[in-house]
């Protein structure tokens, strides 16, 4: 899944273009150059995808080419924060996704404070950009196909001035943004 997921991303010709690829499971990351085919050995698909990232680098290097990465954290990851004046659109979370797969990145975590939708609440994430259900889900998706895990970041106890400016909201306001 992770080779067809990045396949465009890295613009191999077509899918007959790419190199000939076998998986072996091992511990860490080594990728080999051996009759002109590459050999990845692997734990996890995160690895996996890194590995094609590196192939695609290396991908004039001659036969008996090895290099070998052993990462120095177990997990690696990013936060994006889609609150501030700026809800990422889908397909740029999921190039972004491609992009840090590639790099060996574990986890991405959505921080979002109003900006996803809640059916009973229309003024939820009004005016400020919102993801869907279904967006939630396509992301979630794409990440999975590439070895990542995808954390939901929603912040529930503060931060919620925008929300609490509409009227529907005054019956569960405490104080300010709470």
């Known amino acids: 899944r992770a080779f067809y997921a990045v396949n ?3 613009q191999w010709e077509d899918v007959k273009g790419a190199p000939s690829i076998f998986v072996h499971y091992e511990n860490g990351l ?3 150059k051996q009759e002109n085919s590459w050999h990845i050995y692997c ?3 995160s690895r996996f995808t890194r590995a094609l990232g590196l192939i695609s680098e290396y991908r004039e290097e001659k036969d008996g080419f090895i290099l070998k990465e052993s990462p120095a954290f177990k997990e690696l990851g990013v936060m994006i924060d889609c609150s501030r004046n700026a809800v990422p659109r889908v397909h740029s979370i999921q190039k972004m996704l ?3 797969a590639l790099m060996g990145y574990t986890y ?3 921080y979002t404070e109003d900006t996803y939708k809640i059916e009973e609440y229309s003024y939820f994430g ?3 950009g919102r993801y869907t ?3 939630l889900r396509e992301i ?3 990440a999975e196909a590439v070895g990542i895990e995808l954390i939901p970041c929603i912040q529930t106890l503060a931060h919620l001035k925008h929300v609490l400016k509409w009227a529907e909201f005054s019956n569960v306001q405490d104080i300010n943004d709470i």
């Open 30 to 32: 080594t990728i080999k």
């Open 8 to 10: 465009e991303f890295l």
């Open 126 to 128: 009004y005016f400020r």
């Open 98 to 100: 491609h992009l840090l």
């Open 140 to 142: 979630d998706i794409a």
């Open 43 to 45: 734990d996890k698909l």
């Open 133 to 135: 259900k279904e967006e």
């Open 108 to 110: 991405l975590q959505l």
